[in-house]
Nanobody, 122 residues
Framework: HVQLVESGGGSVQAGGSLRLSCAASGVQVTTNCMGWFRQAPGKEREGVAA????????FYADSVKGRFTISRDNAKNTMYLQMNNLNPEDTAMYYC????????????????WGQGTQVTVS
């Protein structure tokens, strides 16, 4: 049984930072493709960042490149998203996801999803 639990969301002012966490069970951050997605009201879900352990690759949306960093702690089986220099356009519900096939920013490649954590930037 796969469980993905996000935490770390909140409300911050523009220019501030947050670090999101995704505690995983039933999947391994060392072997599974792991990604972060977000969805704002009235908008489609979009891929933000992902990590491919098979090839050591990371993926970032152009809108967050240079500001967000995806990482993992193998011992804790936890994935993180460090978000710096936040702006109001980053406001969304952020979701952690895990997949076992292709890896990248397409949500169709992910099988399991967390419940989401809200990020609000004003």
């Amino acid at each position: 049984h796969v469980q993905l639990v996000e935490s770390g969301g909140g409300s911050v002012q523009a220019g501030g930072s947050l670090r999101l966490s995704c505690a995983a069970s039933g999947v391994q951050v060392t072997t599974n493709c792991m990604g972060w997605f977000r969805q704002a009201p009235g908008k489609e879900r979009e891929g933000v960042a992902a990590m491919d352990p098979a090839y050591g690759r990371t993926f970032y949306a152009d809108s967050v490149k240079g500001r967000f960093t995806i990482s993992r702690d193998n011992a804790k089986n936890t994935m993180y998203l460090q978000m710096n220099n936040l702006n109001p356009e980053d406001t969304a519900m952020y979701y952690c996801a895990a997949g076992s096939g292709n890896c990248g920013l397409s949500d169709s490649w992910y099988n399991d999803w967390g419940q989401g954590t809200q990020v609000t930037v004003s």
